[in-house]
């Protein structure tokens, strides 16, 4: 993006965070129109689609016949059909899989790559973003979407704003780039998503878990009253006999952690180490703190310590 200038600044909190434009280079725009979209996507995920309304989006997955998430999405009506936003190491796949369904249905899915994705948080973010937009999404309505720019606002953990802009949009942004006292990329809206309670689910950890264990069911992001869809029965199973071990987590260190993504959580009992989970972000706040997501087992208690396997010396505490 050469429209402006992202260096590397640090990651700020939420509390800490002032006005800040966010480059949001690892999330794409998948496009879905036709006589058979809604159907198309309500075989396929999780939340009702049909019961989704114009003045809101919601959170969601996408499902392999196991049950298993193959990928999270924001879904939302758009022009005359549907989009979602999805992190971009997963389109390809998740697309791919989207298509391989809907050979005898009426629809076309595709990536939509002539916008542009933003974020806008921090201090006086809404009072900034109404000195440029005349509508701006509020609680009651949580989208607003015209042909060429929609915003979606996030309530937490503070409020902030999605961005999906025409050129001529992010030129009229760049234009007030003097009001904004942060430019960041990808990794402060990672953290905020973190904070929030969203699960940060990338290629590497697709078809791994089951949705309760990325706690979409506390997210609101599964119907369990809807019809079939892929993985339905595994994901139904699972909540009406109470089967989900596991949980998604904060955990919060101290010191430079060189860890892969998949790597195994331990946790100390009685003076032995034992496997109880998966690493699945990670992103370092300000000078050395780092923010972990976990997905942890539930019976483990807060106040356990935790480490990354491998990693001896660094501990870390559940937030």
Known sequence: MSLFLFPKYPVYSSINLPLTLHFLEEWSLVYIEGTDSTKHLQNQFTIDVFSL????YKFCAHCNFNGKVLATMFLFHYRKGYAYIIRKSLVKMQVKQLKKYAIFSKVEIKELDNLYLFGISGSDARLFLSELFIDIPNVNHSIISH??????????????????????DVLFLK???????????????TLLDIEAGFPIFDKKLSQKFLPQSLNLEKLQAISFNKGCYYGQETIARTFYKNLNKYELHVLVGIGKISAEIGSIIETEKEGKWYRIGFLIAMIYVEVNQV??????????????????YGLKNIFLIKT
Request: net charge positive.
């Open 53 to 56: 309304n114009k003045k809101e």
């Open 147 to 168: 042909e060429k720019r929609t915003i979606l606002l996030f309530s937490k953990p503070i409020e902030r704003f999605f961005l999906i802009l025409s050129l001529k």
């Open 175 to 189: 234009k007030q780039k003097n009001k904004i006292k942060l430019f960041n990329n990808s990794k402060q809206w």
């Open 291 to 308: 923010f972990i997501q976990a997905v942890i087992n539930k019976s483990i208690n807060a106040k356990n310590i935790f480490r990354i």
